[in-house]
C-alpha cells in the first residue's frame, strides 16, 4: 500500500527565512506524481507544487522549491523568505495513474514568527 | 477558466436528520470528483470518487452516499446523520496528467 508520512507535526520558522518540510512515502510504483498543498486558516486546500517521479529535475515555483529523491523516497519542500502569507497546513500528497485515488500525509502545521 | 464551488458553507444539523452536500464544477467536462472529510486538525480522508455521470467508488463503509446526477455535479448525502458525521467536508476535482486535485472552499458541518 502506498502511504505519505509527514514525521513534523508542527514546524516554525522566522520571517525572511527558510525552512524545510519533511515528506516521505512508500510505493513499489515507478510512475507516480507527488504534491505540496497548503491549506490556509480559511481551509481551502492550495496546490503548491508537484513533482513527476519521472523527472530528475527538481521542481521550483517562485519561494517554494522540493527536493525530490526518488531511491529515498523522500519529497522535501523548502520555502525561502518566509512571509506571514506562508502560515498554514502543510500537506504532502502521492498519485500514481494506476489509481483513482491521491494519497495525503497528515499534514505539518508551519508558523511564521515576525 | 475552472472553477469549483461547494454550499453551503456551514451547516448545522441534529443528529438523525438528513444531509445534502453539493459541490459544482464549472469550465471543463468529464472531471474526475472527489468527496474529502477532514477531522479538526488532521488530513483528509477520501468518502468517495467518481469518474463519470453515474458512476461512484466508496472508499469507506459508513452512512454516507454519492450521486453524480450530472457530468459536472457531486452529491454527498446521508438519510440519517451520527455524530462523527461532523468535520469539514472537501470537494475535488481532477482531470488527466499530471492528476493534481483542485479543492473547493469546503462545507463545515457540525451534527449536535
Known amino acids: 500500500a502506498q502511504t505519505v508520512t509527514q514525521s513534523q507535526p508542527e514546524m516554525s520558522v522566522q520571517e525572511a527565512e527558510t525552512v524545510t518540510l519533511s515528506c516521505t512515502y512508500d510505493?513499489?510504483?515507478?510512475?507516480?506524481?507527488l504534491f505540496w498543498y497548503k491549506q490556509p486558516p480559511s481551509r481551502q486546500m492550495i496546490l503548491v507544487i508537484r513533482?513527476?517521479?519521472?523527472?530528475?529535475q527538481n521542481a521550483t515555483e517562485n519561494r517554494f522549491s522540493v527536493n525530490f529523491q526518488k531511491a529515498a523516497k523522500s519529497f522535501s519542500l523548502k520555502i525561502s523568505d518566509s512571509q506571514l502569507g506562508d502560515a498554514a497546513m502543510y500537506f504532502c500528497?502521492?498519485?500514481?495513474?494506476?489509481?483513482?485515488?491521491?494519497?495525503f500525509g497528515a499534514g505539518t502545521r508551519l508558523t511564521v514568527k515576525p | 477558466s475552472q472553477t469549483i464551488h461547494q454550499w453551503p458553507a456551514t451547516l448545522v444539523q441534529p443528529v438523525g436528520s438528513p444531509l445534502s452536500l453539493e459541490c459544482t464544477v464549472e469550465?471543463?467536462?468529464?472531471?474526475?470528483l472527489y468527496w474529502y472529510r477532514q477531522a479538526a486538525g488532521r488530513g483528509l480522508q477520501l468518502l468517495f470518487y467518481?469518474?463519470?455521470?453515474?458512476?461512484i467508488s466508496s472508499e469507506v463503509p459508513q452512512n454516507l452516499s454519492a450521486s453524480r446526477p450530472q457530468d459536472r455535479q457531486f452529491i454527498l448525502s446521508s438519510k440519517k446523520l451520527l455524530l462523527s458525521d461532523s468535520g469539514f467536508y472537501l470537494c475535488?476535482?481532477?482531470?488527466?496528467?499530471?492528476?493534481?486535485?483542485?479543492f473547493g472552499p469546503g462545507t463545515r458541518l457540525t451534527v449536535t
Open positions: 475535488a476535482w481532477s482531470q488527466g496528467t499530471p492528476y493534481e486535485q483542485y
Open positions: 513533482q513527476e517521479a519521472y523527472k530528475q
Open positions: 510505493t513499489s510504483e515507478s510512475d507516480y506524481y
Open positions: 469550465g471543463t467536462s468529464n472531471p474526475n
Open positions: 500528497a502521492y498519485k500514481t495513474p494506476r489509481n483513482n485515488d491521491m494519497r
Open positions: 467518481s469518474v463519470g455521470i453515474g458512476q
